[in-house]
């Protein structure tokens, strides 16, 4: 079945730090994949997504792109902020899945002023 | 467009109790997700509807919890019998799908269930 594998937290860093974390995809067809993100005490919000491979999404400074070739979808940032501290979900979706969300565990960024 | 609405926020129980909370979809999306977060966990699927038919449940979801959506519109979760196993954040979703079929969902708060 499909699933999605990321890299473990928590991940801490310096503000203006560059950030990566890892996503890789196991599916059986040709799913969209997303980045989600959870601030403290909040819901999850959608920060990007890609639908088709080579597709770059982009968002607040965050970016991915879909590699088929890896099956990847790897989060960067180049600058991050205290602000940005949450916790981040990869996660796909396809049709032979009935379109519903698989999500990784997630992965918490500490961002130290 | 207010958004993907729950109640209760929270929800404290005893075992054994039933307990059943509300989801409000985005008025236009035609399908509606149930998702269970545990603590450190992403979030795990556990049904969804498009319109009112219950077209997928998880093995997760065992004979203690029933869904329904009875009119397409607004969803119910129950849970009877509760255990403290069950305790988590039960998440809503709504999508509707988009062009190229993307299923772009947008989640509710949560309502955080604590059984004692």
């Known amino acids: 079945g499909n699933s999605v594998t990321q890299m473990e937290g928590p991940v801490t860093l310096s503000e203006e730090a560059f950030l990566t974390i890892n996503c890789t995809y196991t599916?059986?067809?040709?799913?969209?994949l997303f980045w989600y993100v959870q601030y403290p005490g909040e819901g999850l919000q959608l920060l990007l997504k890609?639908?088709?491979?080579?597709d770059k999404g982009s968002n607040k400074g965050f970016e991915a792109t879909y590699r088929k070739e890896t099956t990847s979808f790897h989060l960067e940032k180049g600058s991050v902020q205290v602000s940005d501290s949450a916790v981040y979900f990869c996660?796909?979706?396809?049709?032979?899945?009935?379109?519903?969300?698989?999500f990784g565990a997630g992965t918490r960024l500490f961002v130290k002023a | 467009d207010t958004g993907v609405s729950q109640d209760p926020r929270h929800k404290i129980t005893k075992r054994g109790q039933n307990v059943t909370f509300r989801c409000d979809p985005i008025s236009e999306h035609n399908r509606l997700y149930w998702y269970r977060q545990t603590l450190g966990q992403g979030p795990e699927f556990l049904t969804y509807?498009?319109?009112?038919?219950?077209?997928?449940k998880s093995r997760l979801l065992s004979d203690r919890f029933s869904a329904e959506r009875p009119k397409g519109s607004f969803s119910t979760l129950e849970i009877q019998r509760t255990e403290q196993g069950d305790s988590a954040m039960y998440l809503c979703?709504?999508?509707?799908?988009?062009?190229?079929?993307?299923?772009?969902?947008?989640f509710g708060p949560g309502t955080r269930l604590t059984v004692t």
């Open positions: 509807f498009q319109n009112e038919a219950q077209l997928e």
């Open positions: 996660a796909l979706s396809d049709r032979t899945g009935g379109f519903k969300t698989i």
């Open positions: 979703a709504s999508s509707s799908i988009g062009q190229g079929g993307i299923n772009e969902q947008y």
């Open positions: 599916a059986t067809g040709y799913p969209s």
């Open positions: 890609a639908t088709k491979a080579d």
